[in-house]
């Protein structure tokens, strides 16, 4: 499904009625090996419907009200735009949250939205398994400087042509990085983590630094009105560590690389 753009500007999440377009059926779902994990979900490996997935799971907490709001309109969001975009380099999902799993030990591949599911105090997104991992792992293993032209390029060009479809849907994501950029078995690239993302119509004024420091525009990290510029910023930055295989700002706390960024100190300055 394909987020159309003249409904752009009244993107929501899904109405009850068409949640049955994307809950799981958690009796085809079984869950294996954690192979990653955040501040509030744990990213597993598993199978549904006999196809190698991705099982995000992210627990709401019941005691802090702000976080629990927080959460649940992330994952809310993140499920109604994962369920309409349709792009060969943009993460496809499928979302659910349940409380009982069948567990599989098993080594799993293959990412796309398949199904989702919500049943406090955890949620779900099921998502095709991307079997070589984010873009940052795949650069931690090479030397600095190490890669060819036509590789950078190639990966370069799939990262583009996935944000240039996102923000054709009015769509900024706010934090594209290495992190969130998943390579399957052909070393094509895919945008992923869409829990931050907003409908540009609506974060024209938003202030706030949503994202991660080290890849975040001047302006979200100073909380001015921001575009889809921020996004630009941060493929910059991609295509600079595409380049020379480095952590942005390496050797800098998350803080100390936000004050580098607000002061306009050169990246290659900082990492030389």
Same mark, same amino acid.
């Given at each position: 499904m394909?987020?159309?753009?003249?409904?752009?500007e009244?993107?929501?999440?899904?109405?009850k009625?068409?949640?049955?377009?994307?809950?799981?059926?958690l009796?085809? #779902? $079984?869950?294996?090996n954690k192979?990653?994990s955040?501040?509030?979900?744990?990213?597993y490996? *598993?199978? !549904?419907?006999?196809?190698?997935?991705?099982?995000?799971?992210?627990?709401?907490?019941?005691?802090k009200?702000?976080?629990? @709001?927080?959460?649940?309109?992330?994952? =809310?969001?993140?499920?109604?735009?994962?369920?309409? #975009?349709?792009?060969?380099?943009?993460?496809?999902?499928?979302? @659910?949250?349940?409380?009982s799993?069948?567990w599989? =030990?098993?080594? #799993?591949?293959?990412?796309?939205?398949?199904?989702?599911? =919500?049943?406090?105090?955890?949620?779900?997104?099921?998502?095709?398994?991307?079997?070589? *991992?984010?873009?940052?792992?795949?650069l931690?293993k090479?030397?600095? !400087?190490?890669?060819?032209?036509?590789?950078?390029?190639?990966?370069?060009?799939?990262?583009?042509r996935?944000?240039? !479809?996102?923000?054709?849907?009015g769509?900024?994501h706010?934090?594209?990085?290495?992190?969130?950029? #998943?390579?399957?078995?052909?070393m094509?690239?895919?945008v992923?983590d $869409?829990?931050?993302?907003?409908l540009?119509?609506q974060?024209?004024e938003?202030?706030?630094?949503?994202?991660?420091y080290r890849?975040?525009?001047?302006?979200?990290?100073?909380?001015?009105?921001?575009?889809?510029?921020?996004?630009? !910023? @941060? $493929?910059?930055?991609?295509?600079w560590?595409?380049?020379?295989?480095?952590?942005?700002?390496?050797?800098?706390?998350?803080?100390?690389?936000a004050?580098?960024?607000?002061?306009?100190?050169?990246?290659?300055?900082?990492?030389?």
């Amino acid at each position: 499904m394909i987020l159309e753009s003249e409904n752009v500007e009244t993107w929501e999440a899904s109405p009850k009625e068409d949640q049955e377009e994307w809950t799981a059926d958690l009796s085809q #779902l $079984f869950i294996g090996n954690k192979f990653a994990s955040g501040a509030h979900s744990r990213i597993y490996r *598993g199978i !549904y419907k006999q196809r190698a997935v991705a099982v995000k799971m992210v627990r709401i907490p019941n005691q802090k009200e702000e976080t629990r @709001s927080l959460l649940e309109q992330q994952f =809310k969001s993140e499920v109604a735009l994962l369920s309409r #975009l349709y792009h060969p380099n943009i993460v496809q999902v499928t979302v @659910s949250s349940f409380s009982s799993f069948l567990w599989l =030990k098993q080594d #799993l591949s293959n990412i796309q939205f398949i199904a989702a599911c =919500k049943k406090p105090p955890v949620y779900c997104i099921i998502t095709e398994y991307m079997s070589q *991992g984010t873009l940052r792992m795949y650069l931690n293993k090479k030397e600095p !400087y190490s890669l060819s032209t036509e590789t950078i390029l190639r990966l370069a060009l799939d990262i583009s042509r996935g944000m240039e !479809y996102l923000h054709s849907q009015g769509v900024i994501h706010r934090d594209l990085k290495s992190n969130n950029l #998943l390579l399957n078995d052909e070393m094509r690239v895919k945008v992923a983590d $869409f829990g931050t993302s907003c409908l540009e119509t609506q974060c024209l004024e938003t202030k706030g630094n949503k994202g991660t420091y080290r890849w975040m525009a001047p302006e979200m990290i100073k909380e001015k009105p921001y575009t889809r510029k921020v996004d630009v !910023y @941060s $493929f910059g930055i991609v295509l600079w560590e595409l380049t020379t295989a480095l952590l942005p700002f390496q050797g800098m706390t998350p803080v100390q690389a936000a004050y580098a960024v607000a002061e306009k100190v050169r990246l290659s300055t900082v990492c030389s």
